[in-house]
């Protein structure tokens, strides 16, 4: 049996081997637990930067754009213009700058205008001229307005009928026109005249063409009687008196 001495002294060496057992498990285990969250990390910091998009600041070397978004995008296309046809008679004949087709097209953005007014038409009458118009009322213009394949189609007439009713005429035109258009926007003003009075007759008029106009969806514009005294024709201030409330109902 060894000495109290050598007992002691082993006892000693037991601890400081021990002691140092202990601080290697301890250093093992934190390895142990750092060690996953560490390529966890590195793995997450990898992947995030794999995806990041490569800004505009700093092109790829071969000189290719840094993205091609922009080049894939279809080039930018002018809004589409609205085909306009109007039938009417005197009051809308001439050179669109000196009449209120012009300048309702132009504040409208109308484009293009197809013009198939005579003077003399009404819903009853003949043109007195046609000029490459259809040489009939307006109930007989139905099928030239549809080959122009309109998205608006205005009428504009009226007075030249006379005192005589025209409302079952005005309402087959528009119905006609209805069916044959499904999808353009039908509208129709009220007529007017230059005389020095208007006859009590146009009021008449005007009432049978909303009626018909509305039956179908239109859209119907009085424009008053701004041409009262105007004399054969409709002056520049009446015309562009009836520019302005085509504008203000239709803009």
Not at 27 to 32: E, Q, V
Not at 86 to 107: E, F, I, L, R
Not at 108 to 131: E, I, K, Q
């Amino acid at each position: 049996m060894p000495p109290p001495r050598s007992r002691n002294r082993l006892a000693t060496i037991g601890l400081i081997v021990l002691g140092l057992v202990a601080a290697t498990l301890s250093a093992i285990a934190l390895l142990w637990h750092r060690t996953p969250a560490t390529v966890t990390g590195v793995a997450s910091t990898v992947q995030t930067t794999s995806h990041a998009p490569t800004t505009s600041q700093h092109p790829a070397a071969t000189g290719e754009p840094a993205s091609s978004s922009v080049l894939d995008q279809p080039p930018t296309t002018p809004a589409t213009q609205i085909s306009v046809v109007v039938m009417g008679d005197s009051h809308s004949v001439g050179d669109p700058s000196v009449t209120w087709v012009g300048a309702a097209s132009a504040q409208l953005g109308w484009g293009p205008v197809v013009n198939l007014s005579a003077p003399g038409r009404g819903f009853l009458t003949n043109p007195s001229s046609c000029d490459g118009s259809p040489c009939a009322p307006f109930g007989g213009t139905v099928t030239a307005i549809a080959q122009a394949h309109p998205d608006v189609v205005v009428t504009f007439g009226g007075a030249a009928d006379g005192d005589f009713a025209i409302g079952d005429q005005s309402r087959q035109y528009f119905a006609d026109l209805r069916a044959a258009l499904p999808q353009a926007k039908l509208v129709a003003l009220s007529p007017v005249t230059t005389e020095v009075a208007a006859p009590y007759w146009l009021t008449m008029h005007a009432q049978s063409i909303r009626e018909a106009v509305e039956a179908v969806g239109g859209t119907f514009i009085d424009v008053g009687q701004p041409g009262l005294g105007n004399g054969e024709q409709l002056s520049a201030q009446a015309q562009a008196e009836i520019a302005q409330h085509v504008v203000a109902q239709l803009r």
